[in-house]
């Protein structure tokens, strides 16, 4: 089978394009770089040994999708491309809603006018917004969001919504991911932003390996086992994996609409990731404790258990797992 992976040289897209390779799959990628490198493409070719059809190029550019669609037989498409910055988005939400809502509309067009209609798309926790249990289950209606960010994903799942009520011979699979970090085991793969990151493991990455000063740890004064906020960390390669197996149960099921949270079905707090991170890789972390950021919700995690029982996956790796891995990449991309 041939994936069509938008945004494969991602953070995300990059491990699942491996995990598609390892598994026998062929893959096709179409990125415009804007948040990744070129090069990722011959890490991806070192790590498995496979070679990859790349287009640089905008998923927006319904002339370039055509021709990709043209010159490959499609089975099936996994969306990640897209912009991710929460703060970011309240700056600037025009590009935001123009980039995600945009792009993926464009590539629906497409997929509906070459016959392909197996899609398998990036969505997030945050559709959920604030819930009366900080445990998410994909029954929950979609909350409010509190981004522009946000938005574009609840937007998009609304219109996979609308598109598959129009046609309900597409197959569509909405997966809502919660936080990832960690890194390929190689090495060679994994997240390192330009300037100061937003997120969390990208943050105490810089720290840890001096690039900045401090960690603040945004609120110690919220209502958890340890006053800092809690979430879902996930293993990027478990996350990656939740992919195949969303293609595998697209393949044998019903065309329909499905939704899964990829979760560990574990809140960490703040606190215990960066003990953790110490601990298992033996250095002191610079931090301290800072106002709380606007947006936080203090607690939230996932009820992963309709993708173990429906998809059969679960997440494998542990918190040490995702500290070491994560660490292992920055030393790795640093020292080449
Ligand atoms: P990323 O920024 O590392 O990867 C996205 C890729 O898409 C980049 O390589 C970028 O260059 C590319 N891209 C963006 N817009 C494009 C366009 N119009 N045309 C072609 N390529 C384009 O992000 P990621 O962390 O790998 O996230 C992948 C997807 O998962 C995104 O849709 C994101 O919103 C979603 N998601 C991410 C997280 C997270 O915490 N990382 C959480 C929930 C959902
Ligand atoms: N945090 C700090 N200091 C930092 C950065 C983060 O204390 O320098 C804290 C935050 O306050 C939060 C936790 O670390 O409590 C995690 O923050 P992230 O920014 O890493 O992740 P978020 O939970 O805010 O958001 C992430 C993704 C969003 C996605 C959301 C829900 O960035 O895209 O998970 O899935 F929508």
Redo the contacts with the bound molecule.
Sequence with gaps: MKILVTGGCGFIGSHTVCELLDNGYEVVIIDNLCNSKKEVISKIETITNKKVLFYEGDVRDKELLHKIFQDNTIDGVIHFAGL?A?GESVKIPLSYYRNNIDSTLTLLEVMQESNCKNIVFSS???VYGIQESPKYVETMERGKTSSP??ETKAMIEKILEDLYASDPTFKITILR???PIGAHKSGLIGENPNGIP????P?ILKVATHELPE?????NDYDTIDG??I?DYIHVVDLAKGHIKALEHAHKSNPNIYTYNLGSGHGVS?AEIVTAFEKVNKLKLNYKFGAR?EG?LPEFYADPSKALKELGWKTEETLEDMCKDSYHFIIKEKGE
């Design positions: 991710k929460v997030s926790a945050t960010y946000g991911y919660f936080n937003n997120n969390l493991m943050y960690l603040t740890i945004f609120g800092t906020c979430r703040v950021r936080d």
